[in-house]
């Protein structure tokens, strides 16, 4: 099997790019703060509840026979450095998830004969392996549970329905005024909206915005709800 990685939607092969050795597999570590204190022996310790980035490697080597070496590498840069802040980064070695990586460089080829290039190029990534079957909306039906066997997820949840209702994610409970169709609740930027329009204003939240806790979780709802989608973004390590 060739190897390769898509970066911000576009892939290594389509720049002639060979991954040189399977890559290595970087885990994000705990965020944890450290205090000393005069006259104690040892640390304090305090888990802030995150994780750190990793750094993702991949060496590399790619053809530049038809425009040469540095024409190949410059085409790359262009690539990968095209887009500011986080992209999409997947790859062959782990078909079933993603990562969040930007890029920033430096790009160090080197040059043999001017017709290959070797670079190892280095992805800033957030510490989440999202998983792809995180992204599928699921329907649900009162009462229903959902199994998270990954870490903690912040879904994205689709309500129909016209008129009030309620609806409960494990230890959330979210109270619906005034429904007109199609209401979408994001827990990961804690708002609510139907398309561009802002719906903050007919929801009040109980117990915080609804959280996927590892095991099961129960989703429930009443009132004039008629259909529940949660796209559960799943991730782990």
Do not use: H
Not at 90 to 117: I, K, T
Not at 156 to 166: A, H, K, M, P, S
Not at 198 to 208: A, L, R, Y
């Amino acid at each position: 099997m060739v190897s390769y990685f898509i970066y911000n939607g576009k892939s290594s092969s389509e720049f002639n790019i060979g991954v040189e050795q399977c890559r290595s597999y970087p885990s994000a570590a705990r965020s944890i703060e450290r205090q000393t204190v005069p006259g104690r022996v040892g640390e304090l310790l305090r888990d802030t509840g995150t994780y750190t980035n990793v750094t993702q490697p991949y060496e590399i080597y790619f053809n530049g026979k038809v425009d040469g070496m540095t024409a190949a590498a410059s085409k790359i840069v262009q690539w990968l450095i095209s887009d500011r802040g986080y992209c999409r980064l997947e790859d062959s070695y782990e078909p079933d998830c993603y990562r969040l990586a930007s890029y920033a460089g430096p790009f160090d080829a080197e040059n043999w004969m001017n017709l290959y290039g070797r670079a190892t190029i280095e992805f800033d990534c957030m510490p989440q392996r999202w998983l792809k079957s995180g992204e599928t909306p699921v329907s649900i039906t009162s009462g229903q549970n959902l199994q998270n066997d990954w870490q903690p997820a912040l879904p994205l949840i689709q309500v129909t329905g016209i008129g009030d209702g309620e609806l409960t994610v494990g230890s959330s409970t979210i109270t619906i005024t005034g429904m007109d169709g199609s209401l979408t609740i994001d827990s990961d930027t804690q708002n609510a909206y139907d398309g561009t329009t802002n719906k903050n204003s007919i929801i009040t939240v109980s117990g915080g915005f609804p959280v996927l806790t590892i095991g099961e979780t129960v989703v429930s709802w009443s009132g004039e709800i008629t259909a529940v989608q949660i796209t559960p973004r799943w991730w782990r390590l």
